[in-house]
């Protein structure tokens, strides 16, 4: 089956054995993946509205896995049990994911693993999942229809990260792709282009901006 190049990365972080809840599965493409491309796992796609849960068991059905994959409504990990392991959420705003992990940390008890993939807000969703007592163990960069998106691989565990490192990623900055460096030129730009025409007034905006300015231009 042909899913995008972003779920497959998402896919790609996925361990082998693992028991997987998929959050905002909407089609579930990515759940249905998974469990062919894997020789043992167990997969749960969740969503919170009946529309996309719809189309996910009609998707499901046409690959005849409708024993194999469960489907639950619910909201956020609401809908997670003991034996999940491994979350995945992608495609939503950053403070979006935040907020469903965030508020329900007890349910996070027998996690050991989350993969994200946001939108947007990479740098505050990487500072709250850290605060919740996990550690960044894989990053990577792709670009797909000209936007650049983050997969981050958050393992259970604490590890102190520097402020730059919180901003850019620790593995990214480790890795330094190309893709990594392309995305900081233009982030180096959008953020020059932004000072140039902000008033001096938005004194707290305008000294956020060049404080990552002067990070950017560090690794780079
Ligand atoms: C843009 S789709 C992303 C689909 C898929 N995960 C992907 O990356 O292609 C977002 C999905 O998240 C679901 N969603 C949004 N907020 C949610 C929440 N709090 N709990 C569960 N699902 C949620 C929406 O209903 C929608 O189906």
Known sequence: MKINERLKLVASFVEENSNVIDVGCDHALLDIYLFLNRKKIRVVASDVKEGPLKIAKSNIEKYNLQDKIEVRLGNGIDTIDDKIDTIVISGMGGLN????????????????????????????????????????????????????????????????????????????????????????????????????????????????????????????
């Open 97 to 220: 994911m935040v907020g469903i992990l965030k508020y329900k940390k007890d349910e996070l008890k027998h996690v050991n693993t989350i993969i994200l993939s946001p939108n947007n807000e990479v740098a505050n969703l990487r500072r709250e999942i850290v605060k919740l007592g996990y550690y960044i163990d894989d990053e990577e960069l792709l670009e797909e229809k000209k936007q650049v998106y983050h997969v981050i691989k958050f393992k259970k565990g604490k590890k102190r990260y520097c402020q730059t490192e919180i901003e850019l990623g620790p593995i990214l900055l480790q890795k330094k792709s190309k893709l990594f460096i392309t995305y900081l030129e233009k982030e180096r730009k959008k953020i020059i282009k932004l000072l140039d025409i902000l008033p001096k007034k938005y004194l707290k905006r305008r000294y956020q901006l060049k404080r990552e300015l002067k990070e950017i231009n560090k690794s780079l």
